[in-house]
C-alpha cells in the first residue's frame, strides 16, 4: 500500500461492492420498501443476511448445550468456535470470554468487579466515553469512595491526546477505562501508546476499553497491547441485538465476581449461553474473510486471521475513500468542506485517525430539523444535541451545542456519497 491511498484510502472493486450490497439487508431500501440512505450505522449497522438466517436456524432448536446428545454437541461446538473467533477478532489468547444481552451490561459489570477488588485511591477514564462506560466509572468511583479523574478532549483533533490522559494516571490509580474511537467525532485513540505509557508508570495498572464503536471499521490487535478488558457489539458488527461480548485477561477473570459456585472461577457467565448468538457472530466473521478470499487466491490459504485482517484492511480503506469523498468531494461535485452555509465539526486532516463517523451542522437549519429534512429526502441521519444524556458530556467539552452525525458503512459506494452530498448541499442553500 502506498502513501497516496494511506490518507485517500481505496475503493472496492466494482464486483466487491455489489458483492457487499447484496449480503445485506436493506442497504438501499428499508423495512417498507422505500429507497433511502442509512446513513446512522453508528447507531447499529446494516445486518448481515448470513447472521441473521444462521441465528434463526440455531435458535429455533430446543436443545441445551450441557447434554451429552449429538444436537448438544453440535451446540457446544457452535459456541466454542464462536469464541474462538472472538479472540481471533482481538488476536489474543487464553482469559475468559462474556457475554450479555448487551455490550453496556458487560462493561459494567468489569468496572465494577475491578474497581471493588483493586486497591487505588483514584480511577481514569476521558469525556469521551459512551455512557455504558463513563457512568459505571462514575458510579463505581462513588460506590468504593474513590477519586475519578477525567481527561480532556482535543477540540482539533476530536479525540483525546495520549499525554493528557497519561498525566492523570499515577502509582494510586485502580483503574484506567478508554474508548477506541470516539462515536461523535470518529476520532481513534491512540491505545498501544496509552497503554504503554499508563504501564510505564504502574506496570500493573488495569485497563479495559470500549470498542464498540470502532470495531466496525479496522483492525483490532491485542497481541502486543496488554489490557485487561474490551468490549464490543455485534449489532454495531454486522451481527444482531441481544448479545454485548467482553475479553478478560486471565487475572481480571479471576477476581471475585458474581457466580454460580460450582463453575470454575475464571467464568462469567450466569446461566446457559445462547449459541446462536454465537453462531451469528461466525458468520460476520466468515463474511470478513470472504471479501479477502474472493478477490486474492493466495488469501485462500491464508490463516483464518490473515484472512480477516485482509478483510478488515479492505473495509478500511473502502471507508476511508468514501470518507474523503464525502470531506473533499470530486470533480462536479462539492464536498462538505467546500459547502456555504455548513460547518464540518472536529475535521482532523490526517484520516488514518478517523473512522468513517462525520460531525456536521447547518448554519441556517438546527440538527433536529435538519434530521427530518434529510429523513423527507430519504436520508436517515442522527442529530447529536446537548439536551440528551447519550451527547451531552461529549458535546460540551468540544464548546457545541449540537451537530447532526453523519455514520455510513463500507456497505456505501461512490453513488450513494454523491447522492447524499447533493441532497446536503441543496439544504445548505435553501
Not at 212 to 238: C, M, S
Request: charged fraction near 25%.
Amino acid at each position: 500500500m502506498g502513501n497516496s491511498n494511506k490518507n485517500s484510502g481505496e475503493l472496492f472493486s466494482d464486483e466487491t461492492m455489489q458483492y457487499v450490497k447484496d449480503s445485506f439487508y436493506h442497504v438501499d431500501v428499508d423495512l417498507n420498501g422505500r429507497s433511502r440512505l442509512f446513513f446512522d450505522n453508528a447507531g447499529g449497522s446494516f445486518r448481515l443476511k448470513k447472521a441473521v438466517e444462521r441465528y434463526a436456524e440455531i435458535s429455533a432448536s430446543p436443545d441445551c448445550l450441557d447434554r451429552m446428545h449429538d444436537t448438544a454437541v453440535h451446540l457446544q461446538g457452535i459456541q466454542n468456535k464462536g469464541q474462538k473467533d472472538f479472540r481471533m477478532l482481538l488476536n489474543v489468547e487464553g482469559g475468559t470470554v462474556y457475554t450479555a444481552l448487551t455490550a453496556s451490561k458487560v462493561m459494567f459489570d468489569m468496572v465494577r468487579v475491578i474497581t471493588e477488588n483493586v486497591a487505588g485511591t483514584n480511577i481514569v477514564t476521558t469525556i469521551l466515553e459512551h455512557p455504558s462506560s463513563f457512568d459505571a466509572m462514575e458510579l463505581n468511583a462513588s460506590r468504593t469512595n474513590r477519586e475519578l479523574r477525567v481527561a480532556k478532549s482535543n477540540p482539533v483533533t476530536g479525540g483525546v491526546d495520549v499525554d493528557e490522559i497519561i498525566s492523570l494516571v499515577d502509582e494510586n490509580t485502580a483503574l484506567l477505562s478508554v474508548i477506541y474511537a470516539s462515536n461523535i467525532s470518529g476520532a481513534k485513540l491512540d491505545i498501544e501508546s496509552i497503554v504503554a505509557a499508563a504501564r510505564a508508570i504502574k506496570p500493573d495498572l488495569y485497563i479495559i476499553v470500549d470498542a464498540v464503536q470502532h470495531a466496525p471499521h479496522e483492525i483490532i490487535d491485542l497481541k502486543n497491547i496488554p489490557i485487561d478488558g474490551i468490549n464490543i457489539a455485534p449489532y454495531k458488527f454486522f451481527g444482531c441485538r441481544g448479545m454485548g461480548l467482553a475479553w478478560l485477561s486471565e487475572r481480571a477473570a479471576e477476581l471475585p465476581h458474581d457466580k454460580l459456585s460450582g463453575k470454575k472461577s475464571h467464568i462469567w457467565d450466569l446461566g446457559s449461553s445462547d449459541p446462536a448468538q454465537y453462531g451469528m457472530f461466525t458468520e460476520v466473521i466468515d463474511y470478513v474473510c470472504s471479501l479477502a478470499t474472493r478477490e486474492d487466491q493466495e488469501h485462500k490459504e491464508a490463516t483464518r486471521r490473515n484472512q480477516f485482517t485482509a478483510g478488515m484492511q479492505m473495509i478500511a480503506l473502502h471507508e476511508r475513500a468514501l470518507l474523503s469523498r464525502m470531506l473533499n468531494g470530486a470533480e462536479g461535485v462539492t464536498g462538505l468542506r467546500e459547502m456555504e452555509n455548513l460547518d464540518v465539526y472536529l475535521d482532523h486532516d490526517d484520516l488514518t485517525k478517523r473512522d468513517l463517523i462525520l460531525a456536521i451542522n447547518f448554519k441556517k437549519i438546527d440538527p433536529a430539523s435538519a434530521v427530518k429534512e434529510y429523513d423527507k429526502q430519504g436520508v436517515t441521519v442522527f442529530e447529536r444535541v446537548n439536551t440528551s444524556l447519550y451527547s451531552k458530556r461529549m458535546l460540551e467539552s468540544f464548546d457545541l451545542e449540537g451537530a447532526i452525525r453523519v455514520s455510513p458503512l463500507h456497505c456505501h459506494s461512490i453513488e450513494d456519497v454523491d447522492k447524499f452530498l447533493a441532497i446536503t448541499q441543496k439544504m445548505a442553500n435553501a
